[in-house]
């Protein structure tokens, strides 16, 4: 998913975060990215509220299924050092 910054209408990134990533794992990171600033290469960060309506809503979307995607893991790590042990 890509969205173009409200500034300067160049690509936008969601941001990252090495110290979240690092507590967490990859889970931690993908929760982190999900609710994080985006990131303009040209213009830095930029709050949600700069965004227009829809793309915030897009976006918040993106963000519940990112969320999703990384409970999914974690309950995948489960099962799996669950099976391992058996
Ligand atoms: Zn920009």
């Given at each position: 998913?890509?969205?173009?910054?409200?500034?300067?209408?160049?690509p936008?990134?969601?941001?990252?975060?090495?110290?979240?990533?690092?507590?967490?794992g990859?889970?931690?990171?993908?929760?982190?990215?999900?609710?994080?600033?985006?990131?303009?290469?040209?213009?830095?960060?930029?709050?949600?509220?700069?965004?227009?309506?829809?793309?915030?809503?897009?976006?918040?979307?993106?963000?519940?299924?990112?969320?999703?995607?990384?409970?999914?893991?974690?309950?995948?790590?489960?099962?799996?050092?669950?099976?391992?042990?058996?």
């Amino acid at each position: 998913m890509a969205y173009s910054s409200p500034r300067c209408g160049g690509p936008v990134q969601r941001g990252r975060n090495a110290a979240a990533g690092f507590a967490g794992g990859l889970a931690g990171a993908l929760i982190f990215a999900a609710f994080g600033s985006f990131q303009c290469r040209g213009c830095g960060k930029i709050p949600m509220n700069e965004f227009p309506a829809e793309v915030r809503n897009k976006a918040r979307l993106g963000s519940l299924a990112m969320v999703g995607g990384a409970l999914l893991l974690i309950v995948l790590v489960i099962v799996l050092q669950v099976f391992m042990r058996s």
